[in-house]
């Protein structure tokens, strides 16, 4: 009896969550909102019983230090994104463009660039510009809509069942870490569905694609840690992608907040410094928010400083004549380059010799100069401007 009072509401709420994602062939279109239920069906696939599934979703700041999960040895080290390029997904001639372009990231839009008329459109051409047209060395993206549109679904469809897979998938508007889960469950469930129907394109699954998730909400900044925790926990880390990346989308975060952009970005002073903050926690790249004033070079080039400066990996871009400002901007120059190669050699040869703190050049240098430096010198190393040395790098 105790068993039949205790069991008996969560095997029917599984009944109902169940019939939906079995015999409708549209059930997976609806926005994961309508079908947040459904998750106490997964756990209980999964053999967790619905008690420790809430446990689970809410206590993810009790999984461990970052230190303990992901590494960045595990998944390869992340390409550079100085500059994140957006490009319209329907726009052939702009694609075709932006391909003799020199830009870290090139990114094909399903989501705001793309009106709602638009939509197919994007999704029919955007697997056809992945197959036909070379992007060089650009780490090519593909930003998909949101998980509580319609949408979703058939931009995932169309992307991960295409010819030639991008490099790197973007999800916009992540609120919560069940919206990541029931992105990574729905990509892995259309990515198994389509090797069971040609097995001849496994080969082409084997690595994980990238994945970036942007903030861009009050909700979302809240639940910030819980999403960069998702992927790195083993009992929910993806079958598809590998979550290396958090974009701050400030248009978006200052409407919803109440606020308005401004040229100062005041409004947005504790957004993107919160973000950068648990984003780097990760070991995950922080990407900047855009600036829509693509005219104002100069503009954008301060802008583009202070992000560095603040240790942001790189900016969005939403026009080419941004992307050297930006790029230049988040690469260090020759000088100091050669002040953190120093600094570097240095600290090898004084710690050899026992001593914490030294002189360089008329500073004192510390331990946390010293990581400073390596993050310069690796920079450096990703913009291509050096080779690797790995005897420089503090063990």
Same mark, same amino acid.
Request: glycine share 6%.
């Given at each position: ?130 197959? %036909? ?15 509580? %549109? ?115 970005? %005041? ?35 301060? +802008?583009?400083? +202070? ?47 026992? %001593? ?17 430096? +390596? ?14 040395? +790995? ?5």
């Amino acid at each position: 009896c105790l068993f039949v009072c205790c069991c008996y509401p969560f095997l029917l709420l599984s009944l109902v969550a169940l019939f939906p994602c079995c015999c409708c062939p549209f059930s997976r279109l609806v926005p994961m909102n309508i079908l947040s239920v459904s998750s106490v069906l997964n756990s209980l696939r999964r053999g967790v019983v619905a008690s420790s599934t809430i446990t689970r979703r809410f206590k993810f700041s009790h999984i461990g230090p970052p230190s303990l999960l992901r590494t960045e040895k595990e998944h390869g080290p992340p390409p550079p994104r100085r500059a994140l390029l957006y490009l319209p997904g329907h726009d052939e001639r702009k694609v075709k463009k932006a391909s003799g372009l020199d830009v870290d990231c090139v990114c094909l839009d399903m989501e705001d660039a793309v009106s709602e008329h638009k939509k197919d459109e994007a999704r029919r051409g955007i697997p056809l510009f992945l197959n %036909t047209i070379s992007f060089g060395r650009s780490d090519v993206a593909v930003r998909v809509n949101s998980v509580t %549109t319609t949408h979703v679904y058939k931009d995932l469809e169309a992307v991960l069942t295409g010819p030639t897979l991008p490099n790197t998938i973007i999800l916009p508007k992540v609120d919560t870490p069940e919206q990541l889960e029931w992105f990574f469950e729905v990509s892995a469930h259309i990515v198994q569905m389509h090797k069971a129907e040609y097995p001849e394109e496994h080969s082409k699954y084997k690595k994980k694609l990238r994945l970036i998730t942007q903030v861009e909400s009050g909700l979302g900044l809240m639940n910030l840690r819980k999403v960069c925790e998702l992927d790195n926990a083993m009992c929910f880390a993806s079958e598809v992608y590998s979550h290396e990346g958090v974009i701050i989308g400030g248009d978006d975060l200052a409407a919803d907040l109440g606020g308005t952009r401004t040229v100062t970005n %005041t409004e947005l002073l504790y957004a993107r410094q919160h973000t950068l903050t648990v984003v780097k926690a990760f070991n995950m790249q922080a990407i900047d928010l855009v600036n829509i004033r693509f005219k104002d070079l100069d503009a954008l080039r301060a +802008e583009s400083i +202070e992000g560095a400066q603040w240790g942001f990996d790189g900016k969005q871009v939403i026009h080419p004549d941004q992307v050297p400002v930006v790029q230049d901007a988040y690469t260090p120059s020759e000088e100091k380059l050669d002040w953190a190669i120093g600094v570097l050699a240095a600290f090898k040869e004084y710690n050899e010799q026992g %001593t914490g703190a030294f002189a360089f050049k008329g500073d004192m240098i510390d331990m946390p100069t010293v990581k400073q430096c +390596e993050n310069i010198y690796k920079l450096g190393v990703l913009a291509g401007k050096l080779e690797m040395n +790995e005897a420089l790098l503090v063990v």
